[in-house]
């Protein structure tokens, strides 16, 4: 095992579960980031600083997830990439800018999700640790959708909708969250071929994981036992 403070990245499966930490650091990032895309304007000030928090929110991840360490290399890494991008957007602006910057946080969000596949596999058990973990990795697919929708609508040609608008940042949060969920209120389309079959995929992808995944984990969470005073084994309330 490495030594505390070690800047490691990645490690054997014993090793990431020593030093993993609770979900729920995660989930407030996301929360976080959630409120911010719905009450920010849609500027490219608004829009390096989800990039960051994205980044900030993967560092989390990792760490969490005993993945790596918030002082190594690899974090730096991030942090070097996306604030430079950030700046490149803020100080260059375009509709060029704007949909890489798109692309860059939809790719921070894969990368966060998969921290948390990793994390919640290395469990080896369904508990809350799992659960949470599930429960982010639902809302960060609403964010994906939204970063992509971005960028089409940044370096397409034509309105993302067929209301013939754009749409700002929060009108595409809602439109990504409600076709996600299937609730479908039909008020926002989306316009094109590429549109159209991403919005399915979301309706799909959204649906399958909540009566797959999500409600499998639920279904399978039991009480970790540890042996009480006389030797039997009695349900803990612990959420590893």
């Given at each position: 095992?490495?030594?505390?403070?070690?800047?490691?990245?990645?490690?054997?499966?014993?090793?990431?579960?020593?030093?993993?930490?609770?979900?729920?650091?995660?989930?407030?990032?996301?929360?976080?980031?959630?409120?911010?895309?719905?009450?920010?304007?849609?500027?490219?000030?608004?829009?390096?600083?989800?990039?960051?928090?994205?980044?900030?929110?993967?560092?989390?991840?990792?760490?969490?997830?005993?993945?790596?360490?918030?002082?190594?290399?690899?974090?730096?890494?991030?942090?070097?990439?996306?604030?430079?991008?950030?700046?490149?957007?803020?100080?260059?602006?375009?509709?060029?800018?704007?949909?890489?910057?798109?692309?860059?946080?939809?790719?921070?969000?894969?990368?966060?999700?998969?921290?948390?596949v990793v994390g919640v596999v290395d469990q080896g058990e369904v508990?809350?640790?799992?659960?949470?973990g599930a429960v982010c990795i639902y809302v960060l697919l609403g964010?994906?959708?939204?970063?992509?929708?971005?960028?089409?609508?940044?370096?397409?040609?034509?309105?993302?909708?067929?209301?013939?608008?754009?749409?700002?940042?929060?009108?595409?949060?809602?439109?990504?969250?409600?076709?996600?969920?299937?609730?479908?209120?039909?008020?926002?389309?989306?316009?094109?071929?590429?549109?159209?079959?991403?919005?399915?995929?979301?309706?799909?992808?959204?649906?399958?994981?909540?009566?797959?995944?999500?409600?499998?984990?639920?279904?399978?969470?039991?009480?970790?036992?540890?042996?009480?005073?006389?030797?039997?084994?009695?349900?803990?309330?612990?959420?590893?």
């Open positions: 095992m490495p030594p505390a403070g070690s800047h490691r990245v990645f490690g054997t499966r014993m090793e990431r579960l020593r030093t993993s930490h609770n979900y729920g650091f995660v989930l407030l990032m996301i929360i976080g980031s959630f409120i911010f895309a719905a009450v920010a304007p849609d500027a490219d000030w608004s829009a390096s600083t989800l990039l960051l928090i994205e980044c900030a929110t993967l560092i989390i991840a990792l760490w969490s997830a005993g993945l790596a360490t918030t002082d190594s290399t690899f974090s730096f890494a991030l942090i070097a990439l996306s604030a430079a991008s950030a700046v490149a957007l803020i100080v260059l602006g375009g509709s060029t800018a704007t949909g890489l910057v798109a692309l860059l946080s939809a790719a921070l969000t894969i990368a966060i999700g998969a921290a948390i508990n809350a640790q799992a659960v949470t964010f994906f959708f939204i970063y992509i929708y971005g960028a089409i609508a940044a370096l397409g040609h034509g309105p993302l909708f067929a209301q013939g608008t754009d749409g700002t940042r929060s009108i595409r949060l809602y439109f990504s969250y409600v076709t996600l969920a299937t609730v479908g209120y039909g008020d926002y389309t989306l316009a094109g071929n590429l549109g159209r079959t991403l919005a399915v995929l979301e309706a799909l992808v959204g649906q399958l994981y909540l009566v797959t995944i999500l409600a499998l984990l639920v279904s399978r969470m039991r009480p970790r036992r540890r042996p009480d005073n006389d030797g039997a084994e009695a349900p803990s309330s612990s959420g590893r």
